[in-house]
């Protein structure tokens, strides 16, 4: 049997893009609303996720086996919690603040340290895929102000 430690983390983005999708039908979705509903963006994302887990499935059996690492080590975890979080909150928080927290926590716990960058990245990110949603493709996102 061929090992490979990338078919865990594929198993892992493949369960959570489709249990995501799942949660997103809980989302509140008007019938009078003439742009995408408030489910497109959390489906989008869902959608990206679990292709994402394709992707890496797809590299782990060309690869060569390997032995397994752990696998449930600290940053795992507070990544898949942070994600966790960002989802079942998506109604209740304002969209470019989640983002952006969800952005700045991930990449400090994965191991960032450049100030500039955990100024900069998450900022830009939230902001332009709020711009794109909003303005692009009028999708009603949760926001404060």
Request: net charge positive.
């Amino acid at each position: 049997m061929v090992r490979h430690p990338d078919y865990i983390a594929a198993a892992f983005l493949l369960g959570v893009g489709a249990l995501f999708y799942y949660l997103s039908f809980d989302l509140q979705a008007s019938r009078s609303i003439s742009t995408f509903s408030a489910r497109f963006f959390p489906q989008l994302a869902s959608v990206c996720i679990f292709l994402c887990g394709l992707g890496v499935l797809y590299q782990a059996w060309r690869a060569d086996a390997k032995a397994m690492p752990f696998l449930f080590n600290r940053s795992n975890f507070l990544v898949a919690a942070f994600f966790q979080i960002y989802f079942l909150t998506f109604e209740l928080v304002d969209f470019r603040i989640s983002s952006w927290a969800l952005i700045l926590a991930s990449m400090f716990v994965l191991g960032c340290r450049s100030w500039l960058q955990l100024i900069l990245t998450p900022s830009v990110s939230a902001l332009f895929v709020y711009y794109i949603f909003t303005k692009g493709f009028e999708v009603v996102l949760p926001s404060w102000i």
